[in-house]
T-cell receptor
Framework: AQSVTQLDSHVSVSEGTPVLLRCNYSSSYSPSLFWYVQHPNKGLQLLLKYTSAATLVKGINGFEAEFKKSETSFHLTKPSAHMSDAAEYFCVVLKTGANNLFFGTGTRLTVIP | DAGVIQSPRHEVTEMGQEVTLRCKPISGHDYLFWYRQTMMRGLELLIYFNNNVPIDDSGMPEDRFSAKMPNASFSTLKIQPSEPRDSAVYFC???????????????FGPGTRLLVL
């Protein structure tokens, strides 16, 4: 069965410093992986998705993620954090054979001025 | 396109009352999903439809919950009778059909924040 584990429930960074949000996946097949962001009291917005094309995926707002099969990881990074990046981030896997998503537990990103 | 539209955005009701949440998917999308988000359980899939037909309702918590999709542009999630433990944010999402290995993105609505007193 496909699943994802987000290794940190809360990450705090200073504005202008790099962001790293960690996600490991479990899948018997080459998975489809996503990162979604949820700002306070808002809906979920897709940041980026991996679908077995390039292993380095670029998303919106300067975020990117690298699919590493050897490490079963799909970590989300950004070179320089902005105050507007403060939000909850979800690593998500598409369940093979079904058209539904399995969400990780989320990582809350705090950006310190 | 206006995106996925959900109404109401907020709902406060008393225990025992019927609650109906509404969703309008993005035009042309063949799949519609209902999710629930709580602090305790995170985001959970409740049910999803393909071409207006329920495909997987294994996430529906109990018989008090029901969902319908009478046409391609409208779906409802009903709770009757409602209980305080149903308090959550309910999201609707839609996507195009899967095509071979191309995994289509699910687009989420803004959610309905439900509070059952």
């Amino acid at each position: 069965a496909q699943s994802v584990t987000q290794l940190d429930s809360h990450v705090s960074v200073s504005e202008g410093t790099p962001v790293l949000l960690r996600c490991n996946y479990s899948s018997s097949y080459s998975p489809s992986l996503f990162w979604y962001v949820q700002h306070p009291n808002k809906g979920l917005q897709l940041l980026l998705k991996y679908t077995s094309a390039a292993t380095l995926v670029k998303g919106i707002n300067g975020f990117e993620a690298e699919f590493k099969k050897s490490e079963t990881s799909f970590h989300l990074t950004k070179p320089s954090a902005h105050m507007s990046d403060a939000a909850e981030y979800f690593c998500v896997v598409l369940k093979t054979g079904a058209n539904n998503l399995f969400f990780g537990t989320g990582t809350r990103l705090t950006v310190i001025p | 396109d206006a995106g996925v539209i959900q109404s109401p955005r907020h709902e406060v009701t008393e225990m025992g009352q019927e609650v109906t949440l509404r969703c309008k998917p993005i035009s042309g999308h063949d799949y519609l999903f209902w999710y629930r988000q709580t602090m305790m359980r995170g985001l959970e899939l409740l049910i999803y439809f393909n071409n207006n037909v329920p495909i997987d309702d294994s996430g529906m918590p109990e018989d008090r919950f029901s969902a319908k999709m009478p046409n391609a542009s409208f779906s409802t999630l009903k709770i009757q009778p409602s209980e305080p433990r149903d308090s959550a944010v309910y999201f609707c999402a839609s996507s195009f059909a899967l095509t071979g290995s191309f995994q289509e993105t699910q687009y989420f609505g803004p959610g309905t924040r439900l509070l059952v007193l």
